[in-house]
C-alpha cells in the first residue's frame, strides 16, 4: 500500500538543509550511485528528469511517469488537505526561454486532482547546473537560489491559507530551504510543507561485503 512517510530524527540527517522546524513528506527512497536499472524508484526520478530536449520515446517514458506519481499523490494525499492547499512546484534548474525548461513538477501536480490551486508562485530566473551537470563540481547554494527566485505578484491573490512545496527528490533540501525562505517571507505565518516522490539515500557500502 502506498503511503506519505515523514521526515523525523532518524532521517532529517541525511538532509542537511533541513530543520527541525521543516515538514516534509514523501513516497519512495531514491538511491544515490545507481542508475534506473536498480529500482522502480530510480526508474521513476529518471524517466521524470529526462530533458524537454530528449527523443519523443523518452518524453513518452517522462508523460508515463508524470502521470504516475500525479496518481499516487492523489492515493496518499488527505482530501480535506488539498481542498484548501495551494501546490507550488519548485521551478526546474533552467530558467524560461532555455531549450530544457522543464514544468513536470507542475505538470505533475494539475494531474492531482482537478480544480486543484496549483500556483507557479516561485519564478526562478536564471538557469544553474543540475546535480547531474554539476558532476564532483559545487552544487548550487541557498543563497545562490535566493538570488534567481522572486515571486510571482500576479498569483498572489487570494492569498494562500496553507502551501504544499512540491519537488521531485529530497536530497540536501537546498531547494526546499530557499523556496520557503521566500513564500514565507512573502505570507508569513501561513504554514509551508515539503512534497516529494522521493528522498536520497546512500547505499549501504557493505552490501555484498562478505566480513
Do not use: C, M
Given at each position: 500500500m502506498i503511503r506519505l512517510s515523514k521526515i523525523d530524527e532518524?532521517?532529517?540527517?541525511?538532509?542537511?538543509?533541513l530543520g527541525v522546524d521543516d515538514e516534509c513528506l514523501y513516497l519512495y527512497e531514491y538511491?544515490?550511485?545507481?542508475?534506473y536499472s536498480f529500482s522502480a524508484t530510480n526508474d521513476r526520478i529518471n524517466n521524470l528528469k529526462k530533458k524537454p530536449t530528449s527523443s519523443q520515446a523518452q518524453l513518452n517514458y517522462k508523460a508515463g511517469a508524470i502521470q504516475l506519481c500525479a496518481n499516487e499523490l492523489r492515493a496518499t494525499l488527505n482530501p480535506a488537505w488539498l481542498d484548501t492547499a495551494t501546490i507550488v512546484p519548485v521551478p526546474g534548474s533552467?530558467?524560461?526561454?532555455?531549450?530544457?525548461?522543464?514544468?513536470?513538477m507542475e505538470r505533475v501536480a494539475r494531474l492531482i486532482r482537478p480544480n486543484l490551486d496549483v500556483r507557479?508562485?516561485?519564478?526562478?530566473?536564471?538557469?544553474?547546473?543540475?546535480?547531474?551537470?554539476?558532476?564532483?563540481?559545487?552544487?548550487?547554494?541557498?543563497?545562490?537560489?535566493?538570488?534567481?527566485?522572486?515571486?510571482d505578484e500576479t498569483l498572489t491573490a487570494p492569498a494562500p491559507?496553507?502551501?504544499?512545496?512540491?519537488?521531485?527528490?529530497?536530497?540536501?533540501?537546498?531547494?526546499f530551504r530557499a523556496m520557503?525562505?521566500?513564500?514565507?517571507?512573502?505570507?508569513?505565518?501561513?504554514?509551508?510543507?515539503?512534497l516529494f516522490?522521493?528522498?536520497?539515500?546512500?547505499?549501504?557500502?557493505?552490501?555484498?561485503v562478505d566480513l
Open positions: 532518524s532521517t532529517r540527517g541525511d538532509h542537511s538543509r538511491t544515490s550511485g545507481h542508475d533552467k530558467a524560461p526561454g532555455h531549450p530544457d525548461f522543464d514544468t513536470r507557479n508562485l516561485v519564478i526562478q530566473e536564471g538557469s544553474t547546473a543540475t546535480a547531474h551537470e554539476a558532476g564532483d563540481g559545487p552544487r548550487v547554494t541557498v543563497e545562490e537560489l535566493l538570488e534567481l527566485y522572486r515571486i491559507t496553507r502551501i504544499g512545496v512540491l519537488d521531485d527528490v529530497l536530497t540536501a533540501g537546498t531547494h520557503k525562505t521566500v513564500l514565507a517571507a512573502r505570507f508569513p505565518g501561513i504554514p509551508i510543507i515539503g516522490i522521493a528522498r536520497r539515500v546512500f547505499p549501504n557500502p557493505f552490501e555484498g
